[in-house]
């Protein structure tokens, strides 16, 4: 009985979004799934990542938009934050989130295993766990392995992470004061949105950034737009830098540097945030896997070179995104099924990973898909351009929130969205509608002419495809 216990017919390595939703998917589809987790249910993203990152910045962005009460004839008196309170109700909001993954387990009948995974051959693994200081070991069993074990966050070579002045994502959200003076190194969406945040909370932020904007891989336009606000919320943008040197002193950070005019710059910090990318968790899994890197290669269908073997989200090449890993996830758990069964009663079509969206969280918030104007200009393609700014939109002057625009770029032969570029309020929620359009293989045209709720902010998605068109009403 203990042997079959321990046997699975699917057995997922990590429980983010990408490792929940492959055993559910598998269990949906009739499989004997388990997961194996070393800490708290729902990964780096529901505890340390995606959701806490966002209850934190909408602390933040309640609290801007407090000190603007007078402007809405409303009377508040010396608005603050208290630090402790914020980071303990993210933690309240990702606790729960956590616990809504376990009764995801639960309700798909999904063995929750807790310990480290390591491989003893293809089909077996030796789970590591440790409880009241003892070290146990157990041999688990399953036809196929989904790997999804994530990713964290790369080191400064010789800048070790020590969770009190140099940070990463995860110590970053859980000081117990806001540091008087913060330098971010990196402008991705990490950097960013901790920026804003820390900013909000009273921090003296200064981002540094090899790279000549805000957000590297968004749209020129869309960065040059975030830094202009960032600029007048006092959030310092050291752009193109270059032989960078950061170090730890008896007060804090000195990080030297030559900004983009070449000329030799120090400047000193009470604490660091290193957000320069992520490094794949795919060390000591005990496996010969193929690797790119430190990624893990798969094919079309996330199998590994190994025979049983799979792999998704952020430890395989792609975006390291939450809602890309959740779909990898449902894909990889349908090949599965669909090579076990020799059936073929569901429809397997893999993404499309051209037109994956991306979010930044700040304020203004961010929002894209498809290629930026620079990347087409790039590729010699012809396209027609329509943007419409938030100053003219209704909804965003009755908020107060005018700063931004949405750019949608069309083929100019045939109509169809190319890339859709939005910075402003409400960006991360309107790019959905683009990206179901660009499935769908609209042409701009149809979003010129679908009747959009007026006033509302989406209004600027019509607006800004009758303005590629010609025909735009507010504008």
Known sequence: MAEQENRFDVIVIGSGPGGYSAAIRASQLGLKSAVVEKEALGGICLNWGCIPTKALLESAHLLEKIKKAREFGLSVQDPS????TVIDRSRRVANRMSMGVDYLMKKNNITVINGEARFKSPGKLEIHSSEDGKETVAEYEATDIIIATGARARALPGLDFDGSTVLDYRSAMSLEKAPGSLAVIGAGAIGVEFADFYRSMGSEVTIFEMLPQLLPIEDEEVSKALKKSFDKRGIRCELSISESKVEKTDRGIKIQYKNKKDEDQSAEFDAVLVAIGIQANTENLGLDLSLEKDRIKV????????????????????????HVASHEAIR?????????????????EPIDYDIIPSCTYCHPEVASIGKTEQQLKDQGIEYSKGQFPFTASGRGRAAGDTDGFCKILSGKKHGRILGVHIVGPGATEMIAEMQLGMEAELVTENFARTMHPHPTLSEAVMEAAAQSLGESINI
């Not at 934050?81 to 402790?84: K, L, V, W, Y």
């Not at 049983?308 to 090449?317: Q, R, S």
């Not at 349908?334 to 069964?341: G, V």
């Open 332 to 348: 990889a758990a349908e090949a599965i099924y669909l090579n076990r069964s020799g059936k073929d009663d569901i429809h397997y």
């Open 299 to 322: 094919d079309e269908r996330y199998a590994t070179n190994v025979p049983g073997i799979y792999a998704i989200g952020d430890c395989i090449p792609g975006p390291a995104l939450a």
């Open 81 to 84: 934050a208290d630090f402790g």
